[in-house]
């Protein structure tokens, strides 16, 4: 297993998936409180748009990728806070806007379906120097503004009026909330791709949530699933020959599954503890 080190593209990847790891289960945390799990599915849909901007105006993917997610991920707050449309309705005209434009974008670009397929479903290791210094720099801004924020954010996650009456500006904040949703795809876009980086934010959130009782907790168990199921999957996919980003995304639901099963059998030994203490 060593010997993958060997390589410089294998460093890359395993770098950028630790930051991959990290970022989407930390925003995801507060997508999953919010119940917008499929706010990324979205998103992603929208950065698909990017990618094909990128490519017609010869333009690193990733820089286009995060300023059209970013734009929709505003637009999309700024329906669901002044808009008559609801926020299903404005998630699907971004589902099928987004991917509608994004393949129209790549058929002009004359790049081929691999090259589509890469930024859907993820390329981990074809991650060149400069994508990594981005991806660093953008998890590192996630990461951070996440935890730094945390409280404010959760307020305005579990209830908007109460944070209203409290002084906190609801509206201000839950726009950097879906900013970051939006930054955190383009971050993984390259990892697990536009298509599973959802599933990247939101199932290692719901692992958390069967062992642990707090936000705080959850949040922090979050991320260390979503960083141990990043790098096991590049690893597993090096020495299995499978894509990392399906790869990772299995890894992580099937430490869902365990998690389940952990949480349910410590719930069973607490349950049978209570009347005994009572006693």
Excluded: W
């Amino acid at each position: 297993m060593i010997e993958l080190l060997d390589y410089d593209f294998m460093r890359r990847a395993l770098i950028a998936a630790v930051f991959t790891g990290l970022a989407a289960p930390a925003i995801g945390t507060f997508l999953v409180q919010r119940r917008l799990a499929l706010l990324g599915d979205g998103l992603g849909h929208v950065a698909l748009t990017g990618v094909g901007l990128g490519l017609v105006a010869n333009v690193a993917p990733i820089l286009t990728a995060v300023v059209v997610a970013v734009l929709g991920a505003v637009l999309i707050e700024l329906l669901r806070m002044y808009g008559r449309t609801s926020a299903d309705v404005a998630l699907a005209m971004l589902f099928y806007g987004g991917i509608a434009g994004g393949v129209l974008l790549t058929n002009l670009a004359d790049e081929s379906a691999n090259s589509l397929n890469s930024y859907l479903f993820g390329a981990i290791t074809t991650v060149s120097p400069s994508d990594l210094v981005l991806v660093g720099i953008l998890g590192v801004v996630v990461v951070a503004l996440s935890l730094g924020l945390s409280p404010q954010l959760f307020a305005v996650c579990q209830d908007e009026e109460h944070a209203k009456v409290s002084g906190v500006p609801v509206r201000a904040y839950s726009i950097l909330i879906a900013v970051l949703a939006a930054v955190t795809i383009t971050v993984a876009m390259r990892t697990v791709g536009l298509l599973l980086v959802s599933a990247l934010m939101v199932v290692p959130v719901a692992a958390s949530q069967q062992l642990t009782r707090s936000f705080r907790t959850t949040h922090l168990a979050a991320m260390v699933i979503g960083l141990l199921a990043a790098l096991g999957g590049v690893v597993t996919s090096y020495q299995i020959n499978t894509q990392p980003g399906p790869t990772i995304v299995m890894i992580a639901l099937g430490v869902f599954g365990l998690a389940t099963l952990v949480g349910a059998a410590a719930r069973r030994v607490r349950a049978r503890r209570r009347p005994a203490e009572i006693v």
